[in-house]
């Protein structure tokens, strides 16, 4: 599905990715762990499109995006859930929500029904403006955006930061759903150790910008993370 192959980026002279590698595969949840400031969301950046990298190949669903832009990315499939969540404030939540649709045929432009089934509250909410919401219900409005899209791929860049216990397991929940319906990838940024070890199927850890452990989630060394995260 998503094969990401010896990445580099730059910011100019500063170098933010050093040969990353990372996949994911259909039904699986793929993690990205690591402490504020290694690369992970420049690696989301560079998965979508916003950042190019310098070095190495972008291959998804057997085609080398690389060169495409991020609506084209989109096009192909790839969701994603910015960290910060970036909603428009000043738009209702159906009107966020439908923001979703512009990679889509004309055909292909409504709510899928699934988003209030995993979401309740977005549905009690449709006509508030996005900035009135909590910061957990923004990250489930951000979510259900990308949802709209059908995306084959799922970024979502720490989804759990600054939101209340009770909006994370949700999240966690809807994740979990997701990945069990076998029809995406999804690739979560986390630097909530225990969060990402419940959701994980694969791991990377990166430091620096650069891979410093990888594998199956079930052989992931907790105090060895730990110890990392930590640092």
């Given at each position: 599905m998503l094969s990401v192959e010896n990445l580099d980026l730059h910011y100019g002279a500063a170098q933010a990715l050093r040969s990353v590698s990372v996949t994911a595969e259909l039904g699986k949840v793929t993690c990205v762990i690591g402490r504020n400031g290694v690369g992970k969301t420049s690696?989301?950046?560079?998965?979508?499109?916003?950042?190019?990298?310098?070095?190495?190949?972008?291959?998804?669903?057997?085609?080398?995006i690389g060169s495409l832009p991020p609506s084209?990315?989109?096009?192909?499939?790839?969701?994603?859930?910015?960290?910060?969540r970036e909603i428009f404030p000043l738009l209702t939540v159906e009107e966020n929500l439908r923001t979703g649709f512009a990679p889509l045929k004309v055909g292909d432009r409504f709510i899928p029904a699934e988003i209030y089934d995993l979401f309740p509250v977005l549905k009690s909410m449709l006509g508030r403006r996005g900035?009135?919401?909590?910061?957990?219900?923004?990250?489930?409005?951000?979510i259900g955006r990308a949802l709209v899209m059908r995306p084959r791929l799922l970024i979502l860049d720490e989804p759990t930061e600054g939101i209340q216990p009770s909006i994370i397991k949700d999240i966690g929940r809807a994740i979990t759903h997701l990945a069990g319906l076998g029809t995406m990838a999804i690739v979560l940024?986390?630097?909530?150790?225990?969060?990402?070890?419940?959701?994980?199927?694969?791991?990377?850890?990166?430091?620096r910008g650069e891979v410093v452990m990888a594998g199956d989630a079930k052989r992931m060394a907790e105090d060895d993370v730990r110890q990392r995260l930590a640092l």
């Open positions: 690696l989301c950046r560079a998965i979508t499109g916003q950042q190019k990298g310098s070095r190495g190949k972008i291959v998804f669903d057997g085609v080398d084209e990315r989109a096009r192909a499939g790839i969701g994603f859930v910015p960290q910060g900035g009135d919401l909590s910061g957990g219900q923004q990250q489930q409005l951000a940024v986390e630097q909530y150790f225990d969060f990402a070890r419940e959701l994980a199927d694969s791991f990377i850890l990166m430091e």
